[in-house]
């Protein structure tokens, strides 16, 4: 398996809601990242974790929360979102070579 | 901190022309460079990935260079084909594990 599974690929959510992305990879890669990327922008780091442990947050709002259970699962809970916050999120994993990014979840605010 | 830009933001060829698409970065501490493709509301397409060490890789028709002194690395794609059109993407990694800059990429059009 040498791919990176996001879920779900799209997602609309109020600004009162609670809603969580998923990544999972089996490819044994021991860092994972979570970046958002916005319409004909590059995309931005937001969270790494490596070994299961956060190493670093790009000062992302509270707003979002990245969780890391196991080495092959990332999860980013999002919560009281603003429509700013629209925006592709992809996850990617690495050992130390080629990064591998997911296709993505397509989030919108309203 | 490291910065990466990518000239030209945007260039269209016709069918059969070989491309060349620059990236330059500030910082020459690099772990590594990586090119990908991305189309339009996809994800990234790793291309080819550059080790600090390497002065260039090959896949096919694309050829990727780096000159860590002048911090600079050229993706080359010849005979050009219309399924080539997208957006090209370069990435400077830090340490191992650290994260990818990204520059603002190019956007690619290969006219029949």
């Known amino acids: 398996d040498t791919e990176v599974t996001q879920t779900p690929k799209h997602l609309v959510m109020g600004m009162t809601n609670k809603k969580s992305l998923k990544c999972e990879q089996h490819?044994?890669?021991?860092?994972m990242y979570w970046y958002k990327q916005k319409a004909k922008k590059p995309p931005e780091l937001m969270f790494v974790?490596?070994?299961?442990?956060?190493?670093i947050n790009e000062s992302v709002p509270s707003r979002f929360s990245p969780e890391c259970p196991n080495s092959s699962l990332l999860n980013l809970h999002l919560h009281a979102l603003q429509p700013e916050d629209s925006a592709l999120y992809l996850c990617?994993?690495?050992?130390?070579?080629?990064?591998?990014f997911g296709s993505g979840t397509r989030l919108t605010v309203v | 901190k490291q910065e990466v830009t990518q000239i030209p933001a945007a260039l269209s060829v016709p069918e059969g022309e070989n491309l060349v698409l620059n990236c330059s970065f500030t910082?020459?501490?690099?772990?590594?460079l990586q090119w990908f493709r991305q189309d339009p509301g996809k994800g990234l397409t790793s291309l080819l990935l550059?080790?600090?060490?390497?002065r260039e890789q090959t896949s096919g028709r694309l050829n990727a260079s780096l000159d860590k002194s002048s911090g600079r690395s050229t993706l080359y794609i010849a005979a050009s084909q219309p399924g080539d059109s997208a957006t090209y993407l370069c990435?400077?990694?830090?340490?191992?594990?650290?994260?990818?800059?990204f520059g603002g990429g190019t956007r690619v059009l290969v006219k029949p």
């Open positions: 974790y490596s070994y299961e442990k956060l190493s």
């Open positions: 550059i080790q600090s060490s390497q």
């Open positions: 910082d020459s501490a690099i772990y590594n």
């Open positions: 990617a994993s690495s050992r130390g070579g080629p990064y591998t």
């Open positions: 490819m044994g890669h021991r860092a």
């Open positions: 990435a400077a990694g830090g340490a191992a594990g650290n994260k990818l800059t």
